[in-house]
């Protein structure tokens, strides 16, 4: 089989794997201790997540604080929610449900325009009570790059506060510009089950989840040292290998973008991650085109939706129609993808459609 879903997930590193494996149980059997005992067990682990909590922390900007959740969903619904009551929250059309819907059911989104390119401009109204403002780093569907940094000054120019889904940026590229970010181990090569929301000096927030007080009193829960540890484990591999990885990113998909020439690039060629290639044909039944690649692991769109059997939001908040929408395809690729896997893909999509078109 051939995966080509990067944004869906990533494999798991092999370091990653090896640093969590310690405190699952541990070649002496005292890896298990509970984080949050007083005992020389708990202290252990305790201790391995200050070490990762301080290699997932360098990836972010500095004068923040690490809060660990179960992912980005549950960091995204601690930042909405625990920045304030009342007020607008200003988001993207094209950000993920985890963002609009959250804002959605507080009965405060107000949705901010999206470009065919699939930007978001700072240049549109804002409503004068907004409270939270939020735009993406980077799109999950189809990889566009926001104007962060501009978006960041654009709220504290209103008083509010900014928050970055940024769990297809972390470990890729440079993140700037926020108040509050989410993400997910699981999107650089950690593991599923845990992420982290970063929140910027000075920022409150009330907790969400009440229980035990753990971190810092703003998630109640029992940590996992061993989730914690192989996230910290992917995340000092990717600063690592950063610049590696995105050269490698950048073969694959000159390559990709020359064996699907006749296919349409749904969004912005330049400002994009470039290891996400959203591209459709017109009359193009995805569903079968799925069936009849079987062995190429591929997205009709986000993960989280893809049951839905509805057109991508964010396909058609940059204008397209739901027959494009349902016309087109996301092929991610990454660390572990290799230029032959892109090459045997792309002729097996290509015959596949063809035959389907002809």
Not at 53 to 58: E, G, N, P, Y
Not at 77 to 102: F, K
Not at 214 to 236: D, K, M, V, W, Y
Request: net charge negative.
């Amino acid at each position: 089989m051939i995966y080509l879903d990067y944004q869906a997930t990533t494999p798991l590193a092999p370091e990653a794997r090896d640093a969590m494996l310690r405190w699952l149980d541990g070649p002496d059997g005292t890896g298990f201790g509970n984080p949050h005992s007083p005992h020389r067990m708990g202290r252990m682990a305790a201790a391995a997540i200050e070490v990762a909590r301080d290699k997932v922390a360098a990836l972010f900007p500095p004068g923040g604080e690490i809060i660990f959740t179960s992912g980005a969903t549950e960091a995204i619904n601690l930042a909405i929610r625990g920045s304030g009551i009342g007020g607008s929250v200003s988001v993207s059309a094209i950000e993920h449900a985890a963002v609009l819907d959250t804002a959605q059911a507080l009965g405060a989104a107000h949705i901010l325009n999206v470009s065919k390119e699939g930007q978001c401009s700072t240049a549109q109204d804002l409503p004068n009570d907004v409270r939270l403002v939020c735009v993406m780093q980077v799109n999950n569907e189809i990889g566009t790059i926001q104007p962060t940094v501009e978006w960041h000054r654009r709220a504290k120019e209103l008083g509010a506060l900014y928050l970055v889904d940024a769990v297809q940026a972390y470990g890729k590229i440079e993140i700037t510009g926020a108040d509050m970010i989410a993400v997910s181990a699981h999107k650089l090569h950690g593991p599923k089950g845990v992420g982290a929301l970063w929140v910027r000096d000075g920022v409150s927030l009330t907790e969400q989840q009440t229980g035990g007080g753990q971190e810092a009193g703003l998630r109640s829960g029992t940590l996992s040292p061993a989730l914690i540890a192989g996230f910290g484990a992917a995340a000092a591999l990717a600063q690592e290998r950063m610049g590696e990885d995105a050269a490698h990113v950048e073969a694959l998909w000159n390559r990709a973008r020359e064996l699907f020439a006749d296919w349409t690039l749904n969004g912005t060629v330049e400002a994009r991650w470039h290891g996400n290639l959203n591209i459709r044909r017109d009359g193009l039944d995805v569903a079968r085109l799925m069936s009849d690649c079987r062995d190429v692991m591929f997205s009709a769109g986000s993960a989280c939706a893809s049951g839905s059997g509805r057109p991508s939001h964010v396909l058609k908040a940059i204008g397209l129609s739901d027959r494009e929408a349902k016309s087109s395809i996301r092929l991610g690729f990454g660390r572990y993808t290799t230029l032959d896997e892109i090459e045997c893909a792309a002729q097996a999509i290509n015959a596949a459609a063809k035959e389907q078109l002809a």
